[in-house]
């Protein structure tokens, strides 16, 4: 549940972008953006976004920060990060696929297509409570 305080999980995805992606991977927009915004509390819940985020930057192999701003942090994972949600969000393969687009396209619209990875790493933006 959200705090009165807390911005919400899908603030930084913009409902073009999320409608633009559901269309092209051929997932409802409202199913779309459910399973973001379940996405989104499973990070918030199980340790927390900032938490989440200084963990990987100490542990993963290179930085994952692509950007910080106020409101989301944009990264990009190894694919065993993205493969460790699918595996608590237990979505269907379709599902799964365009969250991970909306992922991509949301960093790519927000920072720019050349701010997206393109040495194996993921985009994934985790918008800040």
Sequence with gaps: MMTRDERD???VFDDDVVSRTAEEAG???DRLRSVA???QRTVRDLPGVEDI??????????NPLVERRTEAYYLAVDA???GEYG???SLPLDEFDALRALHENQ????LGSE????DGRLPLVLTRP
């Design 37 to 39: 915004r379940s996405h």
């Design 27 to 29: 997932v409802g927009a």
């Design 87 to 89: 595996e608590a969000l």
């Design 53 to 62: 985020v200084y963990e990987w930057r100490r542990s993963l192999p290179g």
């Design 107 to 110: 960093l790519a619209a927000t």
């Design 115 to 118: 701010a997206v990875p393109d």
């Design 9 to 11: 999980p899908l603030a």
């Design 80 to 82: 065993t990060v993205w």
